[in-house]
Each structure stands twice: as C-alpha cells, then as structure tokens.
T-cell receptor, first 113, second 113 residues
Framework: GENVEQHPSTLSVQEGDSAVIKCTYSDSASNYFPWYKQELGKGPQLIIDIRSNVGEKKDQRIAVTLNKTAKHFSLHITETQPEDSAVYFCAASKGNQGGKLIFGQGTELSVKP | GAGVSQTPSNKVTEKGKYVELRCDPISGHTALYWYRQSLGQGPEFLIYFQGTGAADDSGLPNDRFFAVRPEGSVSTLKIQRTERGDSAVYLC???????????FGSGTRLTVV
C-alpha cells in the first residue's frame, strides 16, 4: 500500500526565516496531496493542497511544490511567525479510494521570536 | 453545526471495558472517516463510510473495533475489550465525497488504564 515519509521530524527557525518540510510517497497512483497544521488538542486543519496535474501552488506565505517523477512534494513557509509553530503533516490520496488519506509522521515546527 | 463534533473529548476506561466514541459530521457531508493518532505520529486510517455503508474498513486493526452509521449522519466507533495499546486520539472527518470539503473534528482522547 501507499507509504508517506516526512522529514525533518523537528524544525526550529528564527522568526522571519523560511521553513521547508519534505515528503515522499510510494504509490505513483496518488494524485492529491494536502498539508495539515495541527495545534495541541485540536484536529488537523488543512492549510494548502495540490493535485497531481499541478507543479506548484501558492497561498500568501505558504507554497507547495510537487515533483511527480521523483514522487516527492514539499511545503514552504516564508516569513515565519511564532503563530506558525505547530505540528505539520503531509498526506497523499488516490482518487479511486474515496478520500482515504495516508499521512506522514509529522514535523514539529518551532518559530523562535 | 459549523464543524465536525466529537464526543466525548476525553475518555478514560479500564482495560477490558467497552467504549463508544461519537462523531457528528458537518450537515450535508455524505462521507465520514475515522482515524487513530498515537502520540507523536500521523493519523492512521481506520474506516470510511459513504452514506450508511462502510466503503473501506481496511484500517480497522482487529475485530474488537467496529463502526456504524445507521442513518448516514452520526457515526459511532465501538471498541470491545479495550487494551492499553488502544490508547490514542481518535479523529473523525467528514466530506461532501472524496476530498471535497474534508474537515476533521478535534478528536476523542481515549486512555485505557
């Protein structure tokens, strides 16, 4: 079945710096790749997603890139702020599996003021 | 309601007892998903419903776990003869079908003592 690997497991940056989190997936049939932010005691919240027919997507300070050939995708956060501190998860899904998501192991991002 | 509601938010039970966890999806969402999140890990898929029927239950770890959605709205995850290893946060998500409008609840933290 699908396997998603996520790196790094922890990431510490200074406020204003950029943060990059990387994921690889194993199943070439996966075609939907969301990123979630999870704060303590809360459920995952979708922050950005990308489909396999697109190579890059941006939303203000957040961008995601997808390399289908290499089967990896990355989250880029620019101008980080302390409120960006949280655990971030990548996930992958196949269109014929009705929305079942396979998650990475998570990255704990700490933004130091 | 405005979001996915899960009750209780916390549940402590003794080893060997039976527990039920409830999920109220967003109104109009036809698909409902259960995930389990162990400490420091990404959510793991358990089961997904499309309407009243379980479309994919491949993630249920064993026959002590069962879920129902009798009227195509509220779902209950049932765990029999609980074990300490069942301790985790159980997350519910709902969507319009597939990944459209996919939204997670805040989860139920289950502790088996």
């Amino acid at each position: 079945g699908e396997n998603v690997e996520q790196h790094p497991s922890t990431l510490s940056v200074q406020e204003g710096d950029s943060a990059v989190i990387k994921c690889t997936y194993s199943d070439s049939a996966s075609n939907y790749f969301p990123w979630y932010k999870q704060e303590l005691g809360k459920g995952p919240q979708l922050i950005i997603d990308i489909r396999s027919n697109v190579g890059e997507k941006k939303d203000q300070r957040i961008a995601v890139t997808l390399n289908k050939t290499a089967k990896h995708f990355s989250l880029h956060i620019t101008e980080t702020q302390p409120e960006d501190s949280a655990v971030y998860f990548c996930a992958a899904s196949k269109g014929n599996q009705g929305g079942k998501l396979i998650f990475g192991q998570g990255t704990e991002l700490s933004v130091k003021p | 309601g405005a979001g996915v509601s899960q009750t209780p938010s916390n549940k402590v039970t003794e080893k060997g007892k039976y527990v039920e966890l409830r999920c109220d999806p967003i109104s109009g969402h036809t698909a409902l998903y259960w995930y389990r999140q162990s400490l420091g890990q990404g959510p793991e898929f358990l089961i997904y419903f499309q309407g009243t029927g379980a479309a994919d239950d491949s993630g249920l770890p064993n026959d002590r776990f069962f879920a129902v959605r009798p009227e195509g709205s509220v779902s209950t995850l049932k765990i029999q003869r609980t074990e300490r290893g069942d301790s985790a946060v159980y997350l519910c998500a709902s969507s319009f079908g597939g990944v459209n409008g996919y939204t997670f609840g805040s989860g139920t933290r289950l502790t088996v003592v």
